[in-house]
């Protein structure tokens, strides 16, 4: 909005040039996201207390999280209000691929708000069942597939898949593109979602990947860098770059909040929708395989469930004392701080094996 107000003005007021850099939105979206998050976070969740929005702690958990019943919970809806007001402020709003991006993140966010309320509502652990919010979760992605596939001379996107380190590597997916971006949307949305057990966890970690993709997004709109990278220059999705400086803003302005010990947790509404948001900006920059780099904290995560479930129904033992993994170290005894900073580090580590693909090719 800001853009379209002010950047016309510069041919008489030349300060206001500033607003056609990206790099400039960006910054203005992360202080905005954070302003709006610290100055709102109190007044919000004195408002979700005094409307009775609790946590249900599972019976199954930890027994040190029962602690935790009744900490106010949906508190991705201050992150979204946060993300979304900062990005439709400092974008060039003429931009699909930012419709795009804050589309998906916001439907996923309602995906998530359903299922919050319905927590809520029936005082339970359980929402929506698995099964179906898995399915609203594959159709919202099969239909992003498919308008990136129809649109090419929109998104100027191609059914290719390239692979982090090897420069002349690619593979045509064809029709496949679609269940292949159903996966990664789906798969980073419920990773995240399962990263979300312990105090300022998970904010974190997409703090933490949120910045290293506003740096892939900028070098993939870029021609020129992309070009140096020897990256698939992606034209006009350095736009993006605001909505990921949004998103940094607006988790550090929630961990404020839901750092240890929580005074809020973000519930499915937050959850869903940052890992989708995470999810399509991988798509856009085409740098999907590298998502499992950066994001290698959620991939971690959500691996142990899976590797814990199917262990259990094969051979009928676990691997993990409980899955996911942060679950496992606390049961080991590790205090939930040390558990949360170690993630982070690792978290960061992860992020740096990602960013190395920029060169490394």
């Avoid at 199954?60 to 402020?89: R, Y």
């Avoid at 420069?167 to 159903?182: A, E, I, Q, R, T």
Wanted: hydrophobic share 55%; aromatic share 12%; proline share 4%.
């Amino acid at each position: 909005m800001l853009y379209h107000l002010l950047y016309p003005l510069s041919d008489s007021i030349r300060l206001f040039n500033v607003f056609r850099y990206i790099t400039f939105r960006t910054a203005g979206a992360v202080v905005t996201a954070l302003l709006l998050s610290l100055l709102l976070g109190p007044w919000f969740i004195r408002t979700l207390r005094r409307l009775s929005v609790g946590q249900n702690i599972r019976e199954v958990g930890p027994e040190t999280h029962q602690v935790k019943a009744g900490t106010p919970t949906m508190g991705g809806l201050l992150i979204l209000f946060a993300l979304l007001s900062s990005t439709l402020l400092w974008a060039n709003l003429t931009n699909p691929f930012v419709w795009l991006t804050v589309g998906v993140t916001a439907i996923y966010g309602l995906i998530g708000f359903w299922d919050d309320f319905i927590k809520v509502r029936k005082h339970r652990n359980l929402g929506l069942t698995s099964r179906g919010k898995a399915l609203l979760q594959a159709l919202v992605a099969g239909g992003v597939a498919v308008l990136l596939l129809s649109k090419p001379e929109v998104f100027h996107l191609e059914p290719v898949l390239t692979f982090p380190f090897f420069k002349n590597l690619s593979l045509d997916l064809g029709w496949l593109y679609v269940p292949f971006v159903m996966v990664v949307l789906v798969g980073a949305s419920n990773a995240v979602n399962l990263t979300d057990g312990l105090d300022g966890l998970a904010i974190g970690s997409t703090l933490i990947a949120a910045a290293t993709y506003a740096i892939f997004t900028y070098v993939t709109g870029h021609a020129v860098v992309a070009s140096y990278l020897q990256l698939t220059t992606v034209p006009g999705v350095g736009e993006v770059t605001v909505f990921c400086g949004a998103l940094v803003g607006a988790s550090l302005g929630f961990l404020w909040f839901n750092s240890h010990p929580a005074e809020v947790f973000m519930g499915d509404v937050g959850s869903l929708a940052l890992g989708a948001g995470i999810g399509i900006v991988a798509v856009l920059t085409r740098q999907e395989l590298v998502l499992v780099l950066v994001g290698g904290l959620f991939v971690m995560e959500a691996g142990s469930v899976i590797l814990q479930v199917t262990s259990y129904k094969l051979f009928g033992r676990r691997i993990f004392k409980m899955a996911p993994i942060h679950h496992h170290f606390e049961l080991k005894g590790w205090a939930e701080p040390k558990i949360i900073v170690r993630f982070w580090i690792l978290a960061v580590l992860f992020a740096l094996l990602g960013l190395s693909t920029l060169k490394l090719r």
